[in-house]
């Protein structure tokens, strides 16, 4: 796809034979399900922190500000340094835990990564479920976090590994389609356990996670490992018979000896997060940096895990906002399919640059139409139907220009780049990164949305008009190339290629058939 300051690629170079079987379609869809657990807090969190009973038993401050007892400043009333650490705490989890994966992930391959993931998701809900104080609740917060960072290394890395390079993008998406899944029944059963009498749906709310972390807990011991870790850790003759079945060819001799060729290679790096640092790896190491630190600053995560908060905060009731929050659950689980679709026809590049355009129009519209109605002091007095209707609708044309680009491709464009030698410790890289900025936003939005009010709007437009700006001049297209051949779309791309040599990665690789070879 040729455009200014990308490179189009096409499908130059090699082409290994293989085709999309149901076997290895049926592996991605049940990796795929690790987003569950990320998606189902993303929606729940939102929900139960709007939730009265919930409020009254562990946030009483915050229940009376929302009943307009201590202000009536609807921007204010969810601005508690407690409900941010109980929401934000997660983060912070799934960022240490996320460093610790990448070893685990290297040394004992994808499937235990993913394993230790759903445990420790499985035994946060429970403690959540059960939490009587909000010691108890932040606990359970932090052990979700440790399993997200867990799930959030592995899964992407599992499904870039398995697909075939031409259906690599569309079986990756299944990752975020799964995110959004997730988001989506939360955000349902949020509404429907809110209507229970007695107060306590938001026990069956928190939970409720328990379901999630079962499905990828028992689905990580029934997955095969993926030929390239398999490799990894020295088990080359199990790898071959493993890319044959995965492949559904016999023919895999050329992809098999260059993925040797890049485990040999990899062997070399004694130490992968140094060498991270090396010139040659710089284009890597911005992109793993860049493009979470993105992807959070979009201000999706705002817009999804505090939905029924901004939604009551602009003048919603708890009924409805719960329903908006459902509405735009139902709009990213649909653009999310756009992507899975277009992603290996139109490329990564077209998705990324028409999403950035769509999202700030969306924002620059939802910031005017909060400013003309609140104002200043947040108090908008009654708010008519349309105003609403209009609010909604933006909100969730926003949503889903970030469900087919900024959701999906910020997971997989990442996850697809990283040669093998450092594929591990640039993955944590960019989950940790995602995290910390992911920690960041939730620690701050309640403050900036009370001090900034509809500003905060035009705060994240800035940065996706700046993020469209990168990618289009930094982002090389990506479609179509086997993941061990990836090296070649920096080599010729107009600014990376000053960093990158083509010994970098010819040599390297070469030298290690050779090696292979007089074994």
Known sequence: MPAVGGVGVGNGGKEYPGNLTPFVTVTCIVAAMGGLIFGYDIGISGGVTSMDPFL???FPEVYKKKKGVETTNKYCQYDSETLTIFTSSLYLAALLSSLVASTVTRKFGRKLSMLFGGLMFLVGALINGFAVKIWMLIFGRILLGFGIGFANQSVP???SEMAPYRYRGALNIGFQMSITIGILVANILNYFFAKIKGG???RLSLGGAMIPALIITIGSLVLPDTPNSMIERGDRDAAKVQLQRVRGVDDVEEEFNDLVAASEASVLVEHPWRNLLQRKYR???????????FQQFTGINVIMFYAPVLFSSIGFKDDASLMSAVITGMVNVVATTVSIYGVDKWGRRALFLEGGVQMFICQAV???????????DGNPGELPKWYAVVVVLFICIYVSGFAWS???????????????????AAQSINVSVNMLFTFIVAQVFLIMLCHMKFGLFIFFACFVFVMTLFIHFFLPETKGIPIEEMGRVWKEHPYWSRFVEHEDYDNGIEMAKEATKNV
């Open 406 to 424: 900024w959701g999906p491709l910020g997971w997989l464009v990442p996850s697809e780049i990283f040669p093998l030698e450092i594929r591990s």
């Open 283 to 293: 284009p890597h190491l911005t992109m793993a940096i860049l493009i979470p630190f």
């Open 200 to 202: 306590w749906g938001w």
């Open 56 to 58: 009254m038993k562990f």
């Open 157 to 159: 890395l599992y499904l």
């Open 366 to 376: 939802v910031a005017a139409a909060i400013g003309a109605k609140f104002g200043i």
